[in-house]
């Protein structure tokens, strides 16, 4: 096949998967309003989002080699991959619906323009149709839709390790083969540019959608009969079961199956160890890196902001800034990795072998996830904190101090946990140290990455159980110290 068929391929599959992701996202959405119970909404959300978050080095690990017998068999193969990439897209798009303002045009107002259609009626023609529709759906699913393109357009790691027909597995192939920077960068800026004009609407709604209370989640109950109750409830919940067998449960499987084969006949390398602190250090750099700028970069917006009266300007201004920044980290990690590349090696040489075209590659690829966090987390206690600054500038002493303990469990916890959040994503990144490698520095989700290009599944189950102990463990550290720092403060 060549590049251009391999892109036309992944075009292809992209649309398929917008099609099938709105008609899916659409229905978890009504289920989703239609379940009456707050805690019980709180436990689908999540559950979806463990499919969304489980990282595709470990969805790789478990189908390498189901991948491997299916070759044979291409369109098996391209099914089962559009399957798991159905299933870990379509929670991205369903929060963006719900988190999404109404549409303009209400339901009532479109089934009064319904019944105002009469023989002759301007609303009868295209035109209005087409607007009605655009004022009373195609808003609201614009953002959706192109979200579902870019993140099934980008994908890569997946895509290479199944051998899926799509420009990511020939140009990542190509590049492993040796392909020279020069072409590498010409060819992937093709990808880059059938990328833009849909970042453009998705660099919008979710700034919209993380700029506005979510009031349309808890207003916007729906009231399905009880069939169409009965069946949203079956089909929501046989998803999110589907979800977590293929995209969990079979890798777990696979892991607990290949750590009880090996785990007496490997041995713990001691490189394995240092491999685990390459990658806790580049996750970390990462991290505080990019969190750091965001709120720098917020201080300066608000301290600037204020020599300008009204909130809406204000608010713009700050998005604007953000948004700026936040395209390149849009066009994925390989496309992204191959540009720092030849940018490094043409521009400053004397860079390109030293740990800054990693570092500002995976910074950029984390901008927009950290201010995607953040900014969810800041509309979403935007009230409450400005009345723990109030608490905070009270002349009763009582009240100053119990501001700190409110606006911990206010902001601080949903910050806290957006900056795991981040450094899960960063920790078990592959594609990105990969392409940029340095000499002497292996993070260990790459060398395992790499590893599984050749099949060795079972005798790596170890190895993977030591990279998700990590996260783990200091997770399980990072919630002992805030559970004690908070009896101490209830004391």
């Known amino acids: 096949m060549t590049y251009a068929g391999a892109i036309g391929a992944s075009t292809l599959r992209s649309a398929l998967v917008v099609v099938v992701g709105l008609v899916l996202a659409s229905l978890l959405a009504e289920w989703f309003r239609s379940t009456e119970s707050r805690s019980l909404r709180k436990i689908q ?17 478990g189908y390498r080699t189901l991948s491997i017998n299916l070759l044979n068999h291409r369109w098996l193969n391209e099914l089962l991959y559009f399957l798991l990439i159905c299933f870990e897209c379509v929670p991205a798009a369903l929060w963006l619906l719900l988190y999404s303002p109404p549409p303009a045009l209400s339901p009532e107002a479109w089934h009064c323009a319904r019944l105002a259609r009469q023989a002759g009626s301007p609303l009868q023609s295209l035109t209005w149709r087409l607007r ?6 195609g808003e609201t699913l614009v953002g959706p839709a192109a979200l579902l393109f870019v993140l099934s357009f980008q994908e890569s790691e997946l895509a290479a390790l199944m051998q899926v027909a799509g420009w990511p597995e020939r140009l990542f192939t190509d590049h492993v083969g040796g392909l020279p920077p020069s072409e590498t960068a010409r060819l992937v800026l093709w990808p880059v540019l059938i990328q833009l004009p849909v970042a453009v609407p998705l660099l919008t709604r979710i700034g919209v959608a993380i700029s506005t209370p979510p009031l349309s989640v808890l207003s916007e109950k729906s009231r399905p009969g009880r069939r169409r109750g009965a069946a949203l409830n079956l089909f929501g919940w046989t998803w999110i079961l589907a979800g977590l067998a293929f995209v969990i449960g079979r890798p777990l499987w696979h892991l607990v199956d290949g750590v009880s084969r090996v785990s007496r006949t490997v041995q713990l390398q001691p490189r394995w160890w240092r491999e685990l602190g390459d990658a806790v250090l580049l996750a970390a750099s990462c991290v505080a890196l990019t969190w750091g700028a965001a709120w720098l970069l917020q201080c300066v917006s608000r301290s600037r902001a204020t020599l300008i009266t009204g909130g809406a300007i204000r608010e713009r201004i700050r998005l604007g800034m953000l948004s700026l920044l936040l395209a390149p980290g849009l066009t994925g990690t390989l496309a992204l990795g191959l540009l720092t590349a030849g940018f490094f090696q043409r521009c400053l040489p004397g860079l390109a072998y030293t740990p800054a075209p990693l570092i500002v590659a995976e ?4 901008w927009p996830r950290v201010v995607l966090v953040r900014g969810s987390i800041a ?17 009763d002493g009582r009240q100053r101090a119990g501001a700190a303990a409110v606006w911990w469990r206010v902001a601080g916890r949903p910050l806290a946990g957006g900056v795991c959040l981040v450094a899960w994503w960063s920790y078990l990144e592959v594609m990105l140290p990969m392409i940029l490698r340095l000499p002497g520095f292996d993070p260990s989700p790459m060398m395992m990455y790499n590893h599984l290009h ?35 403060r209830t004391t």
Request: net charge positive; hydrophobic share 60%.
């Open 45 to 61: 959300f999540v559950l979806l989002a463990a499919v969304f978050l489980t990282p595709n080095l470990i969805v790789g690990f």
């Open 132 to 137: 009605f529709w655009w004022k009373g759906a």
């Open 363 to 366: 910074c950029l690829w984390l």
């Open 379 to 395: 509309a979403r206690t935007r009230v409450a904190s400005h009345q723990i600054r109030l608490l905070d500038r009270s002349p």
């Open 454 to 488: 050749y099949a060795q599944v079972e005798a790596l189950g170890v190895k993977l159980a030591m990279i998700l102990s990590v996260p783990l463990v200091l997770g399980a550290l990072v919630a002992a110290t805030v559970r004690l720092l908070e009896g101490r």
